[in-house]
DNA sequence: ACATAATTACGATACATTATAGTTTCGAAA
DNA sequence: TTTCGAAACTATAATGTATCGTAATTATGT
């Protein structure tokens, strides 16, 4: 539930809905900035111009907003669009990564590894927000690896699967604990180096 | 520095400096079991049994404490003592784990996935622990690398360097994001799936 | 050699300071 | 009649400091 319900009332003021996705979108940025314990209701509340009892009009407590949060953060992951087919994976894949940068999920990084203690209390959603933002990036690898690995382009013991964990890996690793990007050129190096190597030579 | 120094006094009670392994081993256990923000410094006196005053005349800070406590950590879970030399890549760097160290590696990424506001809040000290951490696993296992490929068991066109980034990033990754532990299985998987085939079949 | 004073470390605990979650109150606006 | 922003307020919790009586160690005096 991404804004929260209520028995509207029928008489009185009514409430700003506009007002839900301030205040999310202020937990969201607060959230990459300063984890889940570095964050506090009253950053959330200043950076969304509402008052503290704005926001606890409709969220009851902290762990709640930051679920609701997440959740609502998850539901703007990035759109599939055509597969690349460029009659090489190397190319398919260096396609893929042409339209969105791969810093556009840095936010959404800075989130998931700044969630800390909120992971012991919700750790099923935490974990679903994670899913939301890299599966479907690493389904499109997939899809490409395995057509290449169809049509005979890489071994058909190749790992599919940790090479495209490998790929995120290196990107959360680099925005989160090198802090410097990890650049198309990055990823055409991991790719010729390592990936592309490993995927062709692979033996059962 | 894993033990604080101090300017020996020439009088006086002489400082017991088993509690200060104490200190440490009991801050890694409860930031494996409560995370950094969880852990408190009451909390590690009394499990250290020692009290506060001991703790803070050892560390003027608790973000020092965890610094600490991390490379202590990290000592203990490396066979720094002797390069192994098995005769192929595999076994000797399947060999620099320690072998009866699985619980303890467990506990060793319990630590690293609870320290979200450690990073959030402490950058720079989080920074000398991951380094502290990781680098002199990285320089052994680039040394490891460096004897097979003039031994001629990797090709001299192999990426050593990225490879162990890799290593590392996948460790990070999982216990930072993923938030399941990466254990010697998924390693030996790594290293047969993806890094000895793209270091053995490396072209310019 | 022995006693005594000086000095430092020790565990325990009280304290001070600060921070934050959550509540309540206020006047204004819809 | 309800929502709004603003802000005061309460309750709680944790870092870091200070105090106290005691134990350990060294220096000094007899």
Chains 1, 2 share one sequence.
């Not at 929260?4 to 996705?21: I, S, Y």
């Not at 994670?130 to 395995?146: H, K």
Request: hydrophobic content about 40%; proline content about 3%.
């Amino acid at each position: 539930m991404t804004s929260p319900e209520k028995a509207t009332a029928t008489v009185g003021r009514k409430r700003n809905h506009k007002l839900d996705e301030a205040i999310l979108e202020s937990a969201i940025d607060i959230l990459a900035e300063a984890g889940f314990d570095g964050m506090t209701m009253d950053m959330v509340s200043t950076q969304a111009k509402v008052g503290k009892a704005t926001v606890y009009r409709r969220w009851s407590s902290k762990a709640e907003l930051v679920r609701d949060a997440m959740v609502h953060m998850s539901r703007n992951s990035l759109n599939i669009e055509h597969l690349p087919d460029t009659g090489t994976l190397r190319s398919d894949l260096m396609a893929l990564l042409k339209p969105h940068s791969l810093e556009y999920s840095e936010r959404k990084l800075k989130v998931l590894a700044g969630l800390g203690s909120f992971y012991a209390g919700y750790q099923e959603i935490a974990e679903d927000a994670m899913q939301g933002i890299f599966e479907p990036w690493s389904v499109l690898n997939r899809t490409l690896m395995l057509r290449a690995q169809e049509r005979g382009e890489i071994s058909p013991q190749a790992d599919i699967d940790m090479a495209c964990e490998i790929i995120v890996a290196m990107v959360t690793y680099h925005s989160r604990i090198e802090h410097r990007v990890f650049s198309k050129e990055d990823y055409a190096t991991l790719l010729d180096h390592i990936l592309l190597p490993a995927l062709k030579h692979a033996e059962g």
